[in-house]
């Protein structure tokens, strides 16, 4: 079973060594936990110490304000753009949106249907064979499901899940927490999820890792502190937070 670096100082050692390779990751946590950074680290990370070239799918932001934010890391994602490094697809989720989400009585004809996930699925594998790509990062499944309609989510997600599956490539893929008292649909449809924690402890804020599942790996079950700094995320596998059991509730509503 081959591994896949995180590309996170002390993850790895979490998780007997990496992701599982060709395995979809879900990486969740609320506004600011750092999915994006943590995202963007995995890809940079691959191409510049792995030779793993990589395909960013942008959906939440515009490609150029994440490569701003991204350089306050030290990460110039355009150099590994114009080496074939990193492929940037945007995916507008407005114009996405408005594609998918058609009334039914609406005239037949005007549904140029141009994007739908399949679409979206079929530019990511052309990106990947064109720079022969080993990670993908999808930033973020949300929108996707937003825009796909209650009804269908769970076929939609679990269509593009098995999709990605059969790309040869690792997959991580953020997720927003929409309801702190249930797991999301890909959460139960990935083979791994790695939760983003912050938490409020007396007046200051613990920002805290947990991976919640990692399919044929015996993980850590324990949540570990990490820290955003100049270089990205860190994680310190020999520190545990303890949360007790009401401050940990505390959190989850005031979300
Ligand atoms: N240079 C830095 N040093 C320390 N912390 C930073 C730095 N840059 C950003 N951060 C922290 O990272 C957070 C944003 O990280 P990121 O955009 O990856 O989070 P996110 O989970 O993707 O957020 P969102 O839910 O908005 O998409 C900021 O809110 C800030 O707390
Ligand atoms: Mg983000």
């Given at each position: 079973m081959g591994k896949v670096k995180t590309a996170i100082p002390g993850l790895d050692e979490l998780i007997e060594?990496?992701?599982?390779?060709n395995d979809v990751i879900i990486v969740t946590g609320g506004p600011g936990a750092g999915k994006t950074t943590f995202g963007i680290q995995y890809l940079v990370g691959g191409a510049m110490n792995y030779n793993e070239p990589g395909v960013l799918v942008v959906m939440e932001e515009t490609p150029s304000r994440m490569i701003r934010d991204m350089?306050?890391?030290?990460?110039?994602i355009e150099r590994l753009i114009s080496q074939k490094k990193i492929k940037i697809i945007y995916a507008d989720p407005f114009k996405y949106t408005k594609f998918v989400?058609?009334?039914?009585?609406s005239p037949i004809g005007?549904?140029?249907?141009?994007?739908n996930i399949g679409d979206i699925f079929k530019q990511i594998q052309t990106e990947v064979e064109a720079v022969k790509a080993k990670r993908v990062f999808i930033d973020s499944i949300t929108s996707i499901k937003l825009s796909s309609?209650?009804?269908?989510v769970r076929q939609i997600v679990s269509e593009f899940i098995k999709n990605l599956e059969f790309l040869d490539c690792t997959t991580l893929m953020t997720s927003e927490?929409?309801?702190?008292?249930e797991f999301s649909v890909e959460e139960y449809l990935s083979s791994g999820v790695i939760k983003l924690h912050i938490f409020r402890v007396g007046g200051s804020r613990v920002r805290a890792i947990e991976i919640l599942k990692m399919r044929g790996v015996k993980h850590d079950e324990t949540l570990h502190p990490y820290d955003i700094q100049e270089k990205g995320i860190i994680v310190h596998p020999g520190e545990t937070v303890m949360i007790d059991e009401v401050s940990l509730l505390g959190t989850a509503g005031a979300k």
């Open positions: 060594g990496g992701y599982v390779e350089w306050r890391f030290g990460w110039d989400k058609i009334p039914d009585s005007i549904v140029a249907a141009t994007k309609g209650e009804r269908d927490i929409q309801d702190a008292q």
